[in-house]
């Protein structure tokens, strides 16, 4: 059998596509390397009554309803391929299994992103998701003393959040400066609900040194964090070292914004298109999402990044164009679905839009490495090593990863490519679109020999044996 | 580091966790059920999950949701394993990682 639908992701957008699908009588098939459904955002804890509720993003109505659907969830479940027809490779349980489908919905969502500064390798610097991560779902504190550095909402959420439970928040580190959130309200109250929450949270945190206009320019510890170094800086994020100060911390959670994944929609075939504002390249959609690929959609944050509640809208009108293309959906009702979507939808992107122009991801930010900081962490080069590959012809991203190894372990680019291409762009003039997207080859998450060679023969074979091996993981 | 060795869970919900047992390069070690291998390491108050394979240099959690590959650790005698992918269970036996890692000869 080959499955109407798969959808990658069961984050906000993969979920609501799913259940959009599930109410037009579509029972499609959600894949997730994650142990539960709900992404990154909506994470659930393993254990209930675990850490306590956040007061947003809870996603409760959401996660009900996905669990109400009648659909098939592969969690647990990593695609490492993408191949003819539609087919995916996965793991899982360590066993291979293919997965074909007529449609594909790609809702693979976002990472962070942060550019390479001194120090930013060392244990106890990590994301402010990673944080939330461990405070949300793991009971477990990322520190005793956490200094909170970067750019954006989502550190005051995760400030909030470390202080329930008790962790010493030292500050919150952000390049923007106050004025420049302030000129972006009109374009925020686009959405006043979360303008709204925004203010709650600041008032929540009122009591935290908030720094406008710094940015974290060194992580210094021996083993581990043990003192962050700041600085006030200029509009382009370049810091004023004469005015460093030094906080002892043993944790720093830095982000600069989120980058999306579209390793998928590149082994797809995906024309890519650079928008700077959405995290970098991102597939080329029509406005029912669908790539440049026939069958193969995208939507939420993974597509271009534009906040959870953005990601339900574009997965519900996703879901909605494919159920309309695979017949079970006339026309009619399609476009008076649509309409209200569509309308969220724009309300939404100008309040990203806002939020963007504040929160961007300044100049300046590249030359918070020196020559001997690392900027690619899995193969240990430095922005020297780096500069010397550029300097020997490595002007886009593919060359110099041939040059000089960049982008080649295990991450396969993921972490540094946003930071190489900017160096490509310093040094040659150029734009960092110029520098191209990073390439990508399949398995795109590691997979053992092993479980390559565990195959249900019946996966491959006989099609039906696909829907056998998805029947029998759900059990 | 001793300063952040145990006492990393919530002092509020740890009692009412079910609690697994296993080893950190040997030494016995307990985390809450449903903890991934990565955080149960953190809260033992180990950040050094592994040493780099040309510098040597420590590396703990950096992104937790398994895009970095910077919190490889051998579980079960097999090395590159994300920590944060994958959930503590009883008897588990995880090893931080040296540089490129090696499999466990098998018995």
Known sequence: MRHPVAIVGAGPAGMSAAITLAQSGVRPVVIDENPRAGGQIYRQPEVAAHAPAPPAATGTRLLRQFAEADLELLCGASVWGFFQDRRLALVRDGKSLTVEAQHLILAPGAYEYLPPFPGWTLPGVMTPGAAQGLVKTMNVLPGRRVLLAGTGPFLLV???????????????????????????????????????????????????????????????????????????????????????????????????????????????????????????????????????????????????????????????????????????????????????????????????????????????????????????????????????GIASGGTDVRTLKVISRVGMGPCQGMMCWPATARLIAARTGRTVEAAGPPSTRPPIVPVSLGELIDVDQATNSHPEGTAAVVERGMA | MSDLSRNHFHAASAAREPVVRFTINGQESSAGAGTSVAAALWAAGRRALRLTTQRGEPRGIFCGMGVCFDCLVEIDGCPNVRACRIAIKEGMRVRTQQGAGSWEEAP
Do not use: M
């Open chain 1, 158 to 388: 995760v400030a909030d959040q470390l202080q329930r439970v008790g962790i010493d928040v030292a500050g919150i580190v952000e390049t923007a400066s106050r004025r420049e959130v302030l000129r972006a309200l009109p374009a925020l109250l686009a959405r006043p609900g979360l303008v709204w929450q925004g203010i709650r949270l600041h008032l929540r945190l009122r009591r935290l040194p908030f720094f406008w206009k710094h940015v974290l320019i060194e992580a210094r510890g021996a083993d581990s964090v043990q003192e962050a170094v700041i600085a006030p800086c200029d509009g382009d994020g370049r810091p004023d070292v004469s005015r460093a100060r030094t906080i002892a911390v043993d944790t720093i959670c830095a982000g600069y914004g989120f980058v999306p994944r579209i390793q998928l929609a590149q082994l797809a075939g995906c024309r890519l298109q650079f928008r700077e504002g959405l995290g970098g390249w991102v597939p080329e959609v029509d406005e029912d999402f669908e790539t440049s690929v026939e069958g193969v959609w995208t939507a939420g944050d993974g597509g271009g990044v534009s906040g959870a509640l953005a990601a339900e809208v574009e997965g519900a009108l996703a879901g909605l164009a494919v159920a309309q293309r695979l017949g079970v959906l006339d026309r009619k009702t399609y476009e008076g679905k649509r309409r209200p979507l569509r309308r969220r939808l724009n309300g939404l992107r100008r309040f990203r839009d806002g939020l963007q122009r504040a929160f961007r991801l300044r100049s300046g930010l590249t030359d918070l490495a020196n020559s001997a900081t690392l900027v690619c962490r899995c193969e240990e080069l430095t922005r020297g090593q780096i500069e010397e």
